[in-house]
């Protein structure tokens, strides 16, 4: 059976000439770049700011003339009268954005490439790229899982290096909290020391439900504002034992799988999101906000993401503290699930779903004769 490809022989510059994957909510743009990969990762619900009443109040009372005025074929003066009435206020709305970018990067890739290659196969939903390097060829593998809600990503080397790479979420320039993820239950303190710290002292008049830390406002109390040049200061909550909050305890006991992640609040009053990225592997450590692995012949990496978008639309927006508690609750099921499940198993199941979307090709005849059609869709 023949395969239908996208077919790159150089890695991506940009988004638009990278490899699309998705699975109608997570969705990722494959550039196959060599030391240091860039995925473009989207969720279908995050978009910035709080959700706003735009209706414009003089619509319904100027719908009837505008009506008549095209009926009577005045159409320059409706059109005139429909920008004012018909329109939202205010005009635009809040942009949808990006969810981060997941970073791969990897340790002895010096050098230059031979044989590079990177191919989207439309029949399976699956990106793959391959290429030497010093006496080694490496091999990944990319697609998203409908079922289990990931990304996986599944890298192999074999020859004179071994995979030594590390992985990390982030958001430029959007993003607010970086670091390790630790589901509620844990007997460890659920937030980094930045983030706890933050949550203290952050609280806003302006949103009694939720701490903002972008700006500051007159009736604000200059003791509970951080500025701008110390919001990456690793400070402890007032009246708490320190020892209680050292980074090696986080970093270390946190999770039984090192999880990094990246998560805040998509503008003052805006939806919460939240993402975590995995290396499936026992040998897997965190350092910073970021999880690496050492000398591994293969590694498989996971990535979810998710915000409280259903909550904020529903009006039980929660405040960042509960947020950040359910979606890591979420995220870490959907991490543990796949990790439990193993890349062959995902892999099957996702092949098994694909297999419902291939059943129709279309094929369309430029000229008259032409005995080789050529392939539209399929």
């Known amino acids: 059976m023949k395969r239908y490809e996208i077919y790159m022989n150089k890695p991506a510059r940009k988004w638009d000439d990278g490899l699309p994957l998705g699975n109608g909510c997570l969705g990722a743009m494959v550039l196959g770049r060599l030391k240091e990969e860039t995925i ?26 505008i009506r008549e005025l095209l009926l009577e074929g005045k159409v320059e003066k409706a059109a ?20 981060g970018d997941l970073r791969l990067c990897f340790l ?16 399976e939903a699956i990106a793959r790229l391959h290429y030497e390097l010093d006496e080694t060829r490496y091999e990944r593998e990319h697609f998203i899982s409908e079922a289990y809600q990931v990304l996986a990503v599944r890298i192999r080397a074999k020859g004179k290096h071994k995979i030594t790479m ?5 958001r430029k320039p959007f993003e607010e909290f970086t670091g390790v993820l630790v589901p509620p239950g844990a007997d460890t303190p659920l937030y980094s020391t930045r983030y706890l710290r933050q949550l203290h002292v952050c609280k806003s008049s302006r949103s009694p439900t939720a701490p903002s830390i972008h700006r500051r406002t007159p009736d604000t109390d200059s003791r ?67 999880v690496y692995l050492e000398d591994a012949e293969e590694a498989v990496v996971y990535l979810a993401a998710g915000t409280d ?3 904020c639309l529903n009006g039980n927006r929660k405040d960042s503290k509960e ?36 059943g129709i090709s279309v094929w369309i005849y430029t000229e008259p004769g032409k005995k080789k059609p050529q392939l539209l869709n399929c």
């Open 40 to 65: 473009f990762i989207n969720e279908e619900t995050l978009c910035y700011g709080p959700a706003r009443e735009r209706e414009n109040p003089d619509a319904l009372k100027h719908l009837g003339e």
């Open 108 to 123: 002895n890739h010096s050098g230059r490439e031979r044989e590079y290659e990177a191919r989207l196969c439309l029949d």
């Open 323 to 358: 947020a950040y508690e359910d979606l890591c609750r979420v995220i870490s099921e959907r991490l543990d699930a796949a990790e439990a499940a193993g890349y062959e198993e995902i892999r099957r199941r996702h092949l098994e779903d694909i297999g419902c979307y291939t």
């Open 80 to 99: 005139f009268l429909a920008k004012m009435a018909l329109t939202s206020t205010p005009k635009y709305n809040n942009p949808y954005q990006p969810v």
């Open 224 to 290: 509970h504002y951080i500025p701008t040049y110390l919001r990456r200061e690793a400070l402890v909550p007032p009246d708490t034992d320190s020892r209680h909050y050292t980074s090696t305890h986080l970093r270390r006991e946190a999770v039984p799988s090192a999880t990094a992640g990246n998560w805040g609040e998509n503008g003052v009053g805006g939806m919460h999101y939240l993402s975590g990225v995995r290396i499936a592997s026992e040998r897997a450590k965190i350092m910073g906000d970021a």
């Open 166 to 170: 590390s992985a990390n979420i982030s």
């Open 309 to 311: 978008y259903l909550d």
